[in-house]
């Protein structure tokens, strides 16, 4: 900041530096102003980020099924699973039909299980102390496909993933479609309200 300061004869230079008290409190509360915005976005943009990432690899991983029970010309069951523990929410096996594929591994052995690809689905997203960030309901808990590659349902799966309440604040929740008989997966958002499972569960609705 520079002052001038009339003399008798000639204008004196003075030079002051630094910022005044009321300089610095005005920066301080404008800091403080767009910190208050900035940081409850960021937090629910992480908490989205985290529901979208889970849902498009579980997509991925739907994708893969209907070719898996194509291969190996058996009937497989995608169940969801109630108490997930540690474990995937999932488990995918297929029962041998007496096709070729089937026989050449079980032979004439009945209800045997010639795939199980429970290792193919991630894990639900935890936090260091091991709380899960998001959960997963479905409105059936069986889901068959045919020797095919078929969906034989009966009806539509639907999969709906949404953040849990250790991310704090609401999420957006998105949903995974398995359409009857075509097997087409398709997803998108969920606009319904849902409600959170007991901690270490999924519940299976109803509706």
């Known amino acids: 900041m520079t002052k001038y300061r009339a003399g008798n004869s000639r204008n004196i230079l003075q030079v002051s530096s630094g910022y005044s008290l009321v300089e610095l409190i005005t920066v301080v509360l404008i800091i403080g102003i767009l910190s208050s915005l900035s940081v409850p976005s960021f937090l629910a943009w992480r908490r989205n980020q985290i ?19 194509k291969k190996l010309g058996a009937t ?3 169940k969801s699973l ?19 594929k089937s026989l050449s591994k079980c032979g004439s052995a009945t209800n045997c299980n010639i795939s199980n690809l429970s290792t193919l689905f991630d894990l639900l997203p935890v936090n260091p102390q091991g709380n899960k960030l998001v959960y997963l309901i479905s409105n ?20 709906v993933i949404s953040g849990t309440q250790v991310l704090g604040g609401s999420t957006v ?30 519940t299976v609705s109803t509706s």
């Open 76 to 78: 497989c069951t995608l």
């Open 140 to 159: 059936k808990e069986n889901h068959q496909f045919t020797p095919r590659g078929q969906f034989s349902g009966g009806a539509d799966s639907v999969f």
């Open 82 to 100: 109630r108490n997930l523990s540690n474990s995937a929410p999932f488990t995918f096996s297929c029962i041998a039909n007496g096709s070729q």
């Open 51 to 69: 529901v979208k990432t889970y849902s498009e690899g579980l997509k991925l991983q739907f994708n893969s099924l209907p070719n898996e029970a």
């Open 173 to 202: 929740s998105r949903c995974i479609v398995i359409k009857n008989i075509t097997a087409e997966i398709r997803s998108g958002f969920y606009s319904r309200a849902t409600s959170q499972p007991a901690t270490g569960a999924t």
